[in-house]
C-alpha cells in the first residue's frame, strides 16, 4: 500500500505514464511483493552475517580466556614445583649443615670440650634461628630469651675477659608472644657494632613489661669502625616486621647519642599476662 501511494504521488509528475495505467492488479502486487523479498532476504542475510561475527568474537574470546586460564594454571603449577623443590633444599642444606656441625662436634669434645660447647650453640642457635622461618607468626618470648642466653653464652668464648654486656627480663615477659628474632637481631647488632668489653661503658638489653607495653631497650658504646649498611638494615627489618605485625601499636626509635647507640621498641599488648593469672 505504501509502494502504491508513492507510485501514484511519482506519476502525477511525469508524463511518460498516465496514472491510468497503474493498476493495483496482482502484477503490481508480486512486484511489490518480490522487492520486499529482496530487500528482507538481503536485510536478513546481513543480520544472520552480524550473528555469526558476534558468535564468531565471542568463540575466540572464551578461547584466548581459555588459554589464558591454561597458561595461569602451568605457571601457578610450575612455581608450585619450584616452591617444593626449594622447600625441599631448605630442608636439605641444613640437615646436612647440622649433620656436619654434630660431626665437628663429636670429634673435638675429647680434646677441646670448650669449642665443642660452643659448636653446639651455634647448632641450637641456627635451628632456632631456621625453624622461626616454619612456626607461627609469634612465640613465647622465653624462647627468645634462651637464644639471647645462649648467643651471649657462645660470645664469651671467644674472648679471656668477660664481657661487659648485661641482658636483663623483667617480670611475666617470658609467657608474651612476640614475633621472633627480634631480641636475637638485637643482641648480634650489639657484638657485631658495639663495644661490649669496656667495663666503664658496659653494654645492655633490657625487656620489660609496663602498663600493657612490652618495651625493648638496647644500649652500647657504638664502634664507628664497624658499622655497616648492614647494620641499618637489619633495624629497618625489624620495623617493618613490627609495623606488619602490630601496625600502630608498635613503635620503634634508634639513633646516636654521646657516642652511645640507643634503640627503644615499645609495643602494645592487648593481654600483657595469660588468662590463668587474673
Not at 623443590?85 to 665437628?104: C, D, G, R
Not at 668464648?157 to 621472633?180: A, M, N, Q, V, Y
Not at 638494615?233 to 639513633?255: P, V
Request: with cysteine; proline share 3%.
Amino acid at each position: 500500500m505504501i509502494n502504491y501511494a508513492i507510485d501514484n504521488l511519482l506519476i502525477k509528475h511525469q508524463t511518460w505514464k498516465s496514472i491510468q495505467e497503474l493498476g493495483m492488479g496482482y502484477k503490481y502486487i508480486l512486484g511489490a511483493l518480490w522487492r520486499a523479498a529482496q530487500f528482507m532476504g538481503l536485510g536478513g542475510f546481513y543480520y544472520l552475517f552480524l550473528v555469526y561475527q558476534k558468535e564468531v568474537k565471542t568463540r575466540e574470546e572464551a578461547e584466548k580466556a581459555r588459554f589464558q586460564i591454561e597458561l595461569s594454571k602451568r605457571e601457578m603449577e610450575a612455581k608450585l614445583e619450584q616452591s617444593r623443590n626449594s622447600y625441599l633444599k631448605a630442608q636439605i642444606n641444613p640437615h646436612l649443615l647440622f649433620n656436619t656441625l654434630s660431626f665437628i662436634y663429636q670429634d673435638i669434645l675429647a680434646s677441646s670440650p670448650k669449642a665443642a660447647e660452643a659448636v653446639m650453640t651455634l647448632s641450637d642457635l641456627m635451628r632456632y634461628s631456621i625453624n622461626c622461618e616454619f612456626t607461627e607468626s609469634t612465640i613465647p618470648l622465653e624462647e627468645e630469651i634462651a637464644q639471647v642466653k645462649s648467643l651471649i653464652s657462645l660470645h664469651s668464648t671467644r674472648f679471656e675477659e668477660e664481657l661487659s654486656l648485661t641482658f636483663e627480663t623483667g617480670d611475666g615477659t617470658e609467657k608474651i608472644k612476640f614475633i621472633p628474632l627480634v631480641l636475637v637481631t638485637l643482641a648480634e647488632n650489639i657484638f657485631k657494632h658495639g663495644i661490649f668489653l669496656d667495663p666503664q661503658h658496659p653494654a645492655k638489653l633490657a625487656v620489660s613489661l609496663e602498663k600493657g607495653f612490652l618495651n625493648i631497650r638496647s644500649r652500647n658504646l657504638s664502634d664507628r669502625k664497624r658499622q655497616t649498611i648492614n647494620m641499618h638494615k637489619g633495624l629497618e627489618n625489624i620495623r617493618q616486621r613490627l609495623e606488619i605485625a602490630y601496625g600502630n601499636a608498635a613503635k620503634m626509635h634508634y639513633g646516636i647519642e654521646d657516642g652511645y647507640f640507643l634503640l627503644e621498641i615499645s609495643v602494645r599488648i592487648a593481654h600483657p599476662f595469660p588468662k590463668d593469672q587474673f
